[in-house]
């Protein structure tokens, strides 16, 4: 079991950066591959990018490739997720997520666990 606990979500203009944190407490951190997907007003839950559970691999969505980096500190149980020129279609709310294995699925069924949000709004 993990709980996951997202913060850093807030509103920011078009072209800013924001950089979200996902706090991980529970088992072992580094035996969970680590997502996240975004939901925008209306739309369902759609995948941002994830990291494989060495760290040594990661993938992200055509949308936010070359825009968004996810890393983490193994230390701290904690992983990030850099999102930089931010455009207006990248509204919604940001959720962390885990599941057991190493392979980075991008769909939400792949995932057991998940944090509760945070909100992004990115003004035009």
């Known amino acids: 079991q993990v709980q996951l606990v997202e913060s850093g979500g807030g509103l920011v203009q078009a072209g800013g950066s924001l950089r979200l944190s996902c706090a991980a407490s529970?088992?072992?951190?580094?035996?969970?591959?680590m997502g996240w997907f975004r939901q925008a007003p209306g739309q369902g839950r759609e995948f941002v990018g994830g990291?494989?559970?060495?760290?040594?691999?990661?993938y992200y969505a055509d949308s936010v490739k070359g825009r968004f980096t996810i890393s983490r500190d193994t230390a701290k149980n904690t992983v990030y997720l850099q999102m930089n020129n931010l455009k207006p279609e990248d509204t919604g709310v940001y959720y962390c997520?885990?599941?057991?294995?190493?392979?980075?699925?991008?769909?939400?069924?792949?995932?057991?666990?998940w944090g509760q949000g945070t909100q992004v709004t990115v003004s035009s």
């Open positions: 997520t885990a599941r057991v294995g190493a392979v980075i699925h991008t769909e939400t069924t792949q995932y057991a666990y």
């Open positions: 990291m494989s559970w060495s760290g040594g691999s990661t």
């Open positions: 529970g088992r072992t951190f580094s035996m969970y591959t």
